[in-house]
């Protein structure tokens, strides 16, 4: 999963790119050549899988492997549950289109998105409510699991999900890793949350300033403010503001 993550954001992310590199180079160092070979034939796998029924692939498969960590309390919520729940959130959509209209997007926080599930059930219900997600909204989600992190990033990454997800603990802010998706990069989400004033319900905050895709020379970024501490939100909470 890490492999596939670090592929998908070294073809946008030129800021991060060389120590992800080096990172991939570490980790497709340690299996044979018929099992590297093996990787981008999953990637496939997956990719068709989310075009043919977009939802929690990978989640579904972690559960039941039975490889998530039930010690620290990591149970992913099903699908369903989390389709059940993108509908009651978004309602009629009615409010979710007066933000729209105001702002030209919706913002979603998942304070403990596992593998995206949550996040992916309320771009398909805003799909269904006839809502480009594509276009009108921008996913800050955390987790504290770097392989629920990749999974997620893998994911909306593919259904093309702009977001920024991190690895990090929700309830004190600290953050470790910072991704961006294709979609975000590409369309220009940076740029176009600067202009806006910091949410309050945003509880991760002072992350770096992404890259552009391509070589562009670039200006240097702006000093990112102090992190605003914020009220616990708790987990498997998805929010919208």
């Known amino acids: 999963m890490e492999l596939i993550a670090i592929s ?45 029924a977009p939802g929690d692939v990978l989640g579904s498969i972690f559960t039941a492997l039975e490889i998530h960590n039930k010690s620290r309390g990591q149970f992913f919520t099903p699908y369903p549950v989390c389709q059940m729940m993108a509908e009651v959130t978004l309602g009629d959509a009615q409010s979710a289109r007066a933000l729209i209209a105001d702002k030209g997007y919706v913002r979603a926080m998942e304070p403990a998105c596992g593998a995206g599930a949550m996040v992916i059930a309320l771009a398909q219900t805003m799909l269904a409510a006839d809502i480009n997600y594509q276009r009108h909204l921008h996913v800050t989600a955390v987790d504290i699991d770097p392989r629920a992190v990749h999974m997620a990033y893998i994911q909306f990454s593919l259904l093309h999900i702009p977001a920024h997800v991190m690895v990090g603990n929700s309830l004190s802010n600290e953050v470790r890793e910072h991704w961006f998706t294709p979609a975000h990069i590409l369309g220009g989400w940076g740029a176009r949350l600067a202009s806006q004033q910091p949410s309050r319900n945003e509880p991760i905050s002072g992350g770096p300033v992404e890259p552009r895709a391509g070589p562009l020379p670039r200006l240097p970024p702006p000093q990112p403010p102090a992190p605003v501490a914020a009220a616990p939100v708790r987990a498997e909470q998805l929010s919208l503001f």
């Open 8 to 52: 998908i954001s070294n073809s946008v992310d030129i800021r991060s790119r060389d120590h992800r590199e080096a990172r991939y180079l570490e980790i497709v160092g340690r299996y044979d050549r018929p099992t590297v070979e093996m990787f981008p034939r999953i990637l496939g796998e997956i990719t068709m899988a989310l075009e043919t």
